[in-house]
């Protein structure tokens, strides 16, 4: 029997298909997102099942993945997450509302034990003093915490915003222009603004959501970015990766020397034409996914890349006393 907390929460709420086709209307998007808040702000819980497990489904991807894993679990979330598994434990999941896989593992593996579950949840509940959101000053620093994880924050929390509901605020679409070239930000501002003249950037920031969604696979979301509305791959590509983090990463200088990339074939991706954009492109995923066999997704592989080379520049200049090299 498994009597990890954390593993049972992880798998009674992922038996549930939370990405299930049937919720992508904003109708549905509007009712979970106002149900999860009454949660959290009221302690007030939906009676209806299918409600329950997708703000269960919810809680789990933002405490576990999307941008709330620093929270702690006297937080309000924490204090939501464990209240969904209790209501929904011993509920069975209707069918056509089932992840095939999941369920059939966790109906293996967990749903003979779900009594003993229960009450594993249930004592780490009970005697848990949870901080409420009439404590803010106590809960504001965790608050805080996320944002100063820039990275993280923007991945879990404005990525799985878009991810969920399919949409973009400008503030969101800044902050992830500020993260990978925070002295761009006037600059591509203003190149969006004379692009499109009649629209303010909030607007163009939900148009790019609202075509990256409709797009049909990622090279096409790529294309979109650069010739629609207008960016260099450099940017593109950091703005997908916060997006969709794991088919795209970051294309940067420093891991394409890392990567031996030559003059050639970082022509290849300034160049105004698309394929050869697209080819450079996919190039430099296959050789950063080929780099670091241990570490499983394709932005941590990124990062090792990254910091590696950042490592070797720091060697290099106190080898040299941090002088700027004459000819």
Not at 4 to 16: P, S, T
Not at 286 to 314: H, M
Request: aromatic residues 12%; proline residues 3%.
């Amino acid at each position: 029997m498994h009597d990890c907390e954390q593993d049972i929460l992880i798998a009674y709420a992922l038996r549930f298909d939370g990405y299930s086709p049937a919720f992508e209307a904003d109708e549905h998007q509007q009712l979970l997102s106002h149900a999860v808040a009454t949660a959290i702000e009221d302690a007030v819980y939906p009676t209806d099942l299918i409600t329950q497990l997708r703000c269960f489904f919810n809680m789990q991807r933002f405490l576990c993945k999307w941008g709330g894993e620093s929270l702690p679990e006297c937080s309000a979330q924490w204090r939501v997450y464990r209240t969904l598994f209790l209501m929904t434990a011993l509920a069975d999941v209707p069918i056509g509302y089932r992840h095939p896989e999941r369920y059939a593992s966790w109906a293996e593996e967990y749903e003979p034990h779900r009594h003993q579950h229960l009450a594993i949840v249930a004592a780490a509940h009970h005697q848990t003093r949870y901080l409420y959101p009439s404590d803010r000053e106590d809960t504001a620093g965790f608050e805080r915490l996320n944002h100063y994880f820039e990275e993280d924050y923007l991945i879990g929390h404005t990525g799985h915003y878009f991810r969920a509901y399919g949409t973009l605020t400008a503030e969101s679409l800044f902050s992830i222009i500020i993260w990978k070239a925070n002295r761009a930000k006037t600059k591509l501002a203003a190149m969006l603004l004379n692009r499109f003249p009649s629209k303010s950037l909030d607007e163009i920031a939900k148009d790019i959501a609202k075509s990256l969604s409709a797009a049909v696979d990622d090279r096409e979301r790529l294309r979109l970015l650069i010739e629609e509305f207008g960016f260099r791959l450099p940017m593109t590509s950091a703005i997908l990766t916060i997006l969709y983090p794991d088919q795209f990463t970051v294309f940067d200088v420093r891991v394409c020397e890392m990567l031996g990339f030559d003059g050639q074939s970082l022509k290849r991706a300034e160049s105004t034409k698309f394929s050869k954009v697209w080819a450079a492109y996919c190039d430099y995923l296959e050789r950063v996914r080929a780099t670091y066999p241990r570490l499983n997704s394709l932005r941590d592989k990124d990062r090792a890349l990254w910091a590696k080379s950042a490592g070797d520049q720091l060697k290099r200049d106190i080898a040299r006393s941090f002088r700027t090299t004459t000819t």
